[in-house]
């Protein structure tokens, strides 16, 4: 049975781990989480990631890890970091995993809202209208003049949890 690896934490990552490991197939989850609800089924073998935030890393843990393996296991990855990450390493880890990915300008396009938001409207597909702002006076004057109901979301959604998006704009996400 060729095994599972899971890249990430939290109910995403437990719902794989359930769903695979019900079936008899070996879960292996890398996760930045000590406590987190996946790290605690019965399903998976957790391994801590050795430096979460450093992609080379991650790389070598992932690839330490596959080692073992005769056969070359499945990598699932459940954020956008984790794509990037994953996209941003194929060449590297496709040697040692299988897992299916699109293009660098797929991820590119679809990974930043406002690159997402000018695709579609170059090409026609129905989306919701699509801002970018540079500054809080920008997001001030859009809460006046945009149509509501309205949500406002950093570039990429992990963005809201990192220091500098903090100390512009607070802890918050939308």
Known sequence: VTPAFIL??????LGIVRS??????????????????AEQSRYAKTTM??????????ANDLLSAAKGFDQKPVLYYLTDDYLDF????????????????????SIECVGKKEKFGLFCAENAVPAPQNF???????????????????????????????QEFANKHGWIKV
Do not use: C
Not at 8 to 13: I, K, N, R, T
Not at 96 to 103: A, E, G, K, M, Y
């Open 20 to 37: 695979l490991g019900r079936r008899g197939i070996p879960v292996y989850l890398f996760s930045s989480e000590r406590d987190g609800i």
């Open 8 to 13: 990430g934490d939290g109910v995403s990552a």
């Open 49 to 58: 990631l050795s430096e979460p935030k450093s992609h080379r890393a991650i």
């Open 86 to 105: 994953v996209s941003d390493n194929r060449e590297q880890l496709q040697e040692r995993f299988l897992f299916p990915i699109s293009s660098r300008e």
């Open 132 to 162: 970018t702002m540079d500054n809080d006076a920008e997001v001030m004057q859009l809460l006046n003049d945009a149509p509501y109901p309205l949500m406002i979301k950093p570039s990429k959604s992990l963005d809201w949890q990192q």
